[in-house]
């Protein structure tokens, strides 16, 4: 295997795992939604405690840079596939 064909995987595994965290995140942001039907008391307090913790900046800060080199790998990707096909 070639260091083109291992990098190219490797760049594949690296979107996967962001992508699994974007899916962490959905059903995280799911059940936090859910809390809504427990009451007032209970959906405010869970924001509450959301954004006086230390696990919300980071929370945005990883889904950003997830989400910023999911689309510029793709973005790349795509490139890259272009230009090996030339012009039809």
């Known amino acids: ?20 965290i974007w899916f962490v995140y959905l059903i995280f942001h799911m059940v ?9 008391a209970v959906f405010s307090g869970f924001y509450l405690w959301l954004n006086s913790s230390i696990f919300y ?5 990883l889904l950003v840079l997830t989400i910023s080199f ?5 973005v790349s990707r795509q490139l890259s596939n272009n230009e090996s096909v030339g012009e039809r």
């Not at 936090?32 to 007032?40: A, D, T, W």
């Not at 999911?70 to 793709?74: E, G, L, T």
């Open 57 to 61: 900046p980071i929370l945005l800060a």
């Open 1 to 20: 295997m070639n260091s083109t064909n291992s990098r190219t995987i490797l760049l594949k595994k690296m979107m996967a795992v962001a992508g699994l």
């Open 70 to 74: 999911h689309v510029f790998i793709a």
């Open 32 to 40: 936090s939604v859910l809390s809504f039907h427990s009451g007032e």
